[in-house]
């Protein structure tokens, strides 16, 4: 069964940067989806096929996919981005049609 | 606007049963897949069924597979999730999510239905 690994936590200054990572062998041959879940919320999807914006997801937010890792990327993070982070693959083979990454806290010091 | 909203959840004992119902507006329903996605309190996502627009392809999570049933009525909008010999690690928030019409991920979710499983 296909395994995607986050990290449990990211932190970082209102700003700054943010990456957070997904891992998974030969994640880069498959298409990588990112949702974001704030407390109490349904999930959202913030990337689809590695890279895309729906329409109502601000610029600050890309992904890219290479290799074993995919990467979710907010630039200029504001405090409202503060929220749990979660990739998906497609993944016929699986026991999980849909693999979810374990998810990413993020926290806007 | 897209709109999916969950209902049936609730409390049931172990080994009981419980029908969820997903009911959609705002898009062709009938052109897309469809699929129950779960999170236990505290935790992680985890997909649990998918069915095809025509009903012809369905899939289960193993930790599913025989006890959940899930159909849809295009003619009214609605998914389902027929949910037996429930366990307590059944508990969790059921959404309903809608697939992206290039397929393999939820363009839209509901606000989920919660689904306690206790004695």
């Known amino acids: 069964s296909y395994v995607l690994t986050q990290p449990p936590s990211v932190s970082v200054a209102p700003g700054k940067t943010a990456r957070i990572s997904c891992g998974g062998t030969?994640?880069?041959?498959?298409?990588v989806h990112w949702y974001q879940q704030k407390p109490g919320r349904a999930p959202a999807l913030v990337i689809h096929f590695d890279s895309d914006r729906p329409s109502a997801i601000p610029e600050r937010f890309s992904g890219s996919n290479s290799g074993n890792t995919a990467t979710l990327t907010i630039s200029r993070v504001e405090a409202g981005d503060e929220a749990d982070y979660y990739c998906?693959?497609?993944?016929?083979?699986?026991?999980?049609?849909?693999?979810f990454g374990g998810g990413t806290k993020l926290t806007v010091l | 606007e897209v709109q999916l909203v969950e209902s049936g959840g609730g409390l049931v004992k172990p080994g009981g049963s419980l029908r969820l119902s997903c009911a959609a507006s705002g898009f062709s329903f009938s052109s897309h897949n469809m699929n129950w996605v779960r999170q236990a309190p505290g935790k992680g996502l985890e997909w649990v069924s998918s069915?095809?627009?025509?009903?012809?392809?369905?899939n289960y999570a193993g930790s599913v597979k025989g006890r959940f049933t899930i159909s849809r009525d295009n003619a009214k909008n609605s998914l389902f999730l027929q949910m037996n010999s429930l366990r307590a690690d059944d508990t969790a928030v059921y959404y309903c999510?809608?697939?992206?019409?290039?397929?393999?991920?939820?363009?839209?979710w509901g606000q989920g239905t919660l689904v306690t499983v206790s004695s």
């Open positions: 999510a809608r697939e992206g019409t290039s397929g393999s991920y939820a363009d839209y």
């Open positions: 030969n994640i880069g041959t498959k298409t």
């Open positions: 069915i095809s627009t025509s009903s012809r392809y369905i």
């Open positions: 998906q693959v497609w993944d016929r083979s699986s026991d999980h049609q849909w693999v």
